[in-house]
């Protein structure tokens, strides 16, 4: 499985875009690029998934150039409940498969 | 809604015991995983199951065995428990043929210590 290298800790402030960038040298011609959201005391939730361009949802934007070495989770606008780790995930789309985790990226939003 | 249900949100167990840490999901997912995540550390799979009696290890098996008799059931043994395993044991669930692009449901955790 593509191994991912992303920032251990972001700070932002309350109302500014965050860009989490995540490389992924190694990723397959299968692989998908997904990204989770982990609040304190609790399991880690799905926030968005793409393959390659650009995919954007109610909640995030993803943004995958075309060699597909990297991703960029876009959070616009973060609030204080956005503080949180953000983990990316590089799996194959076949049909079994681990989901291997990192450290992740803790996002420390202040007012 | 879907659910990943842990038996447990904290437990705590001596040092030689046997434990068991159970998961139920109610989607009829395929995949199943658990995972430990310790700080600084991020989360670590230990096992998963795409299928009934079906199991692989992940990255850091040692110490602990599964089982998985039933497709919505997924359960973690840690055969004697030591200190060195006192952590949160997260549970995850996700539909099968897609396992990488499928997403993933986790259950609220079960923090356990060994004392």
């Known amino acids: 499985l593509a191994k991912t290298t992303q920032p251990i800790s972001m700070d932002s402030y309350e109302g500014q875009e965050v860009n989490i960038t995540c490389s992924h040298n190694?990723?397959?011609?299968?692989?998908?690029i997904t990204w989770y959201q982990q609040f304190p005391s609790q399991g880690p939730r799905f926030i968005i998934q793409g393959y390659k361009t650009k995919v954007t949802n109610e909640v995030a934007s993803l943004f995958i150039p075309a060699d597909r070495k990297s991703s960029t989770l876009s959070l616009p606008r973060v609030s204080l409940s956005d503080t949180a780790v953000y983990y990316c995930l590089v799996a194959l789309g076949g049909s079994q498969g681990n989901l291997i985790f990192g450290k992740g990226t803790k996002l420390s939003v202040k007012p | 809604d879907v659910k990943v249900t842990q038996s447990s949100r904290y437990l705590v167990k001596r040092t030689g015991e046997k434990v068991f840490l159970e998961c139920v999901q109610d989607m009829d997912h395929e995949n199943m995983f658990w995972y430990r995540q310790d700080p600084g550390l991020g989360l670590r799979l230990i096992y998963f199951s795409y299928d009934v009696k079906m199991k692989e290890k992940g990255d850091i098996p040692e110490g602990y065995s599964v089982s998985r008799e039933k497709k919505e059931r997924f359960s973690l043994i840690l055969e004697s428990a030591s200190t060195n395993q006192t952590s949160m044991y997260l549970c995850a669930s996700s539909s099968h043929g897609l396992a990488g692009r499928a997403e993933a449901f986790f259950g609220q955790g079960t923090r356990l210590t060994v004392v």
């Open positions: 190694n990723i397959a011609t299968n692989d998908y």
